[in-house]
């Protein structure tokens, strides 16, 4: 029975990162948006299902391949993060400790991440240092095909992308409208969101409901920054298992519940938790 509510949840959330659920209109309206946001769909399919962890092989499979990938890797880390949100022991706090910083330095970062830095930095940063580790006389072929070999589930899907593409004229499909993207708006997106859950929450916050921030998002946020519904993270910390399509549901009960109040909530949005994150002079 579990397994089949597994199966149930997986089928959900495959439509939720096709289709991007009820939000489908407001989530595609803008193009290279569009694209970040249905790469961000499977992102969080992989991510749930690394939280459904006794689902089976097939569950296994599913993450590992219909998704970007590194679920075996992602699923221990991950649950790490849950089981130790925001005290000494959570692997995210790297990510979190060093907020508040000043507006120059958050600038700088945002402009790193818009202009791919970031994005080269985080995925041929180690093929970058192997070539500069390399000794005398070691041969290169060897260091290019292990990192082809590394980043083969990319390569493999933008070959596949751009050979079915080219015969109509489309073979600009991948470059522009999945790595572009992945390169500029997303590690953005990433940065925001990361500062937006866990930045300036004290290192061993003892209240489990204020280890993690939800914020709130409106129609433009939600269109740029935070699709399925990623912004109420203090109810996913809660409650981990509860798929994205039902955490505003969830939100609304623990309200309702009286329990808001204890909970770790930024009303104003996201702009307002950037002025909290940059605060240092």
Same mark, same amino acid.
């Given at each position: 029975m579990e397994h089949g509510h597994g199966l149930y949840q997986l089928r959900r959330l495959v439509a939720q990162a096709v289709c991007g659920g009820s939000a489908f209109l407001d989530q595609r309206s803008v193009l290279l948006g569009g694209l970040v946001h249905l790469r961000d769909g499977f992102a969080h399919l992989g991510h749930a299902l690394a939280l459904l962890g006794a689902g089976g092989a097939d569950l296994d499979f599913v993450g590992e391949w219909l998704t970007p990938g590194g679920l075996r890797r #992602?699923? @221990? #880390?991950? !649950?790490?993060?849950h089981r130790f949100a925001q005290q000494s022991e959570d692997p995210d706090l790297v990510l979190s400790a060093p907020f508040p910083i000043t507006r120059l330095s958050l600038r700088r970062k945002m402009i790193r991440d818009l202009? /791919?830095?970031?994005? !080269?930095k985080q995925r041929f940063g180690s093929f970058v240092a192997? $070539? *500069? %580790?390399?000794? @005398? /006389?070691?041969p290169l072929l060897p260091i290019i095909v292990a990192e082809i070999k590394a980043k083969r589930r990319w390569l493999a899907f933008g070959a596949l992308v751009t050979v079915a593409g080219a015969p109509f004229g489309l073979w600009w499909l991948w470059p522009v409208l999945w790595v572009l993207p992945q390169a500029t708006w997303l590690p953005l997106v990433t940065r925001l969101r990361n500062i937006a859950e866990h930045a300036c929450i004290a290192v061993n916050e003892p209240a489990p409901m204020r280890q993690a921030r939800t914020t709130r998002a409106g129609f433009i946020e939600r269109l740029l920054i935070a699709p399925y519904y990623v912004n109420y993270h203090c109810e996913h910390h809660m409650f981990m298992h509860v798929p994205c399509y039902n955490l505003p549901r969830t939100h609304r009960i623990l309200a309702r519940k009286g #329990? %808001?109040?204890r909970m770790l909530i930024e009303p *104003? /949005? #996201?702009?307002? +938790? $950037? +002025? $909290?994150a940059s605060s240092k002079v």
């Open positions: #992602y699923r @221990p #880390y991950h !649950l790490s993060h202009t /791919g830095q970031t994005f !080269l192997r $070539l *500069k %580790a390399r000794k @005398p /006389g070691e #329990y %808001a109040e *104003k /949005g #996201y702009r307002q +938790v $950037l +002025v $909290l």
